[in-house]
């Protein structure tokens, strides 16, 4: 029996032939092969010719005909980090993908054991219970893609080797905030020569998912998303924290989890791997992503790539600098307004108000203060900060703003040429700093000059205009 395939532009042909047992020797089939086409000849109307049904089955085929146009994974070198409820599912869908063919490696990564309480929202089923879940998503998904190259880690995130010449791509999707945090950090350190990484997790009961990828020096990393862990996030989709419900099986020992149902799990994956694509094919507008599923628990938020450098400066702006590559940026109708109660005159007294801005990374924005107010006591030698109306501007501008815009500091004058602050000043400051784990900005207006200085643990450093 032969096989004769024909591959054509428009298909692949394919059509099998029995030559009778008389002559399926071994002299005429090896002795005499060089003449063999001469006896099939001869004998043809002996030689039974079937045709076969044929269908593709090439990664070309399978991995990119839903793609015209667009670049899917193949040849790419992808370190998935997670193989839970989101990142199993992930596992799958970047694998059909193409992830993991042609000279491409998909690197699953988990520690974990797929157990009983995994099955309602895992890509597993009970097959693979009780086995490592980095090896089960491996094994799965190579038997219904037998030619992807798919390479399991049973190990944790930190034994990893993560460089440019291992990795394309780095996806963390534990969903473990600390975690993150960690590999965010690692990837920062090791820029510019780390690889982008991205990350995707779901908050509330699955009400919202997100993804940013970051690795790009212009934009956002995780730990700028959300610079304070006690704070709420720079993009904040939750509508309240307390509503997030937490349950625990106390009879079967099981720990704590936040139940949603696979849905979420599913659409989180999703969100991801349209978020691989888009980086495979260059397109990076928008690296920081959110899918709102539940309105009643989140907020829509648009999509975009947010920078972690400060806005443009408009014209007259102030920037200070308090530690290496960390800035204040003042707009300039704050410190016209500050400027206009300098105390030129024997009859003026000090003035003062507070900052309210935002935080940007490693860096603050201020953007409006306020004035001295009606029970502020204010003397030639003395401003004491006493009417509520400065608080109640913060709080105001606090959820106006959807919990970005805060306090940032404060300011006073003094009547001197070059103000410095005294020993009321440092002992008012130090309260206020202890109370916080943010930097607040100080600044006292003289006469020909101003001090600038940043509180920040414990500690007032000076910051000088550049």
């Known amino acids: 029996m032969a096989f004769l395939a024909i591959r054509a532009s428009n298909g692949l042909f394919l059509c099998r032939a029995s030559i009778p047992v008389a002559y399926r020797t071994k002299e005429l089939l090896q002795t005499r092969r060089g003449n063999l086409h001469r006896t099939l000849t001869r004998i043809g109307s002996k030689i039974s010719i079937e045709r076969v049904n044929s269908a593709p089955a090439d990664t070309d085929y399978i991995f990119d ?197 696979v849905s979420r799990s599913v659409g989180a994956a999703a969100l991801a791997c349209d978020h691989v694509l888009d980086w495979a094919n260059g397109v990076n507008n928008d690296r920081f992503r959110s899918r709102t599923v539940d309105n009643a628990k989140a907020y829509n938020i648009a999509d975009s790539s947010p920078s972690d450098r400060l806005t443009v400066p408009p014209a007259g702006s102030l920037t200070l600098e308090w530690q290496p590559q960390r800035y204040v940026l003042i707009h300039p109708h704050c410190m016209q307004a500050m400027s206009a109660y300098t105390q030129r005159q024997e009859r003026d007294r000090e003035a003062g108000g507070i900052f309210l801005g935002s935080y940007r990374g490693a860096h603050i924005e201020i953007r409006a203060i306020t004035h001295p107010l009606r029970q502020d006591r204010r003397e030639r030698h003395l401003f004491d900060r006493s009417d509520p109306g400065h608080q109640a501007a913060a709080k105001t501008a606090w959820a106006k703003s959807g919990e970005t815009t805060t306090f940032t500091g404060e300011w006073h004058t003094h009547p001197e040429n070059n103000p410095f602050p005294s020993s009321r000043d440092l002992q008012t400051w130090k309260g206020l700093i202890a109370n916080t784990t943010d930097p607040l900005v100080f600044i006292i207006l003289g006469w020909s000059s101003n001090w600038y200085g940043v509180g920040y643990r414990r500690r007032v450093y000076s910051a000088k205009p550049i």
């Open 65 to 261: 005909r839903y793609l015209e146009g667009s670049s899917t994974l193949p040849g790419k070198r992808i370190l998935l980090i997670g193989c839970g409820t989101i990142g199993s599912f992930l596992a799958q869908q970047l694998a059909q993908c193409g992830a993991g063919s042609r000279d491409g490696e998909l690197t699953l990564v988990d520690p974990d054991l797929l157990y009983p309480a995994n099955l309602g929202r895992h890509l597993l089923g009970a097959p693979f219970l009780y086995e490592n879940k980095a090896n089960a998503c491996a094994e799965f998904i190579m038997e219904q893609l037998p030619p992807l190259n798919i390479r399991p880690v049973a190990n944790y995130a930190e034994s990893v080797e993560i460089g440019p010449s291992l990795y394309d791509l780095v996806i963390d999707a534990t969903g473990e905030e600390a975690l993150s945090i960690a590999l965010n950090h690692r990837a920062v350190k090791a820029r510019p020569a780390s690889p982008p990484f991205l990350f995707v997790w779901l908050e509330g009961n699955g009400a919202v998912a997100k993804s940013v990828l970051t690795g790009d020096l212009d934009h956002v990393c995780l730990k700028c998303l959300k610079p304070r862990l006690a704070q709420a996030p720079r993009h904040k989709t939750l509508k309240s924290a307390e509503d997030i419900i937490v349950e625990r099986n106390a009879a079967c020992g099981a720990g704590a989890y936040v139940p949603f149902p």
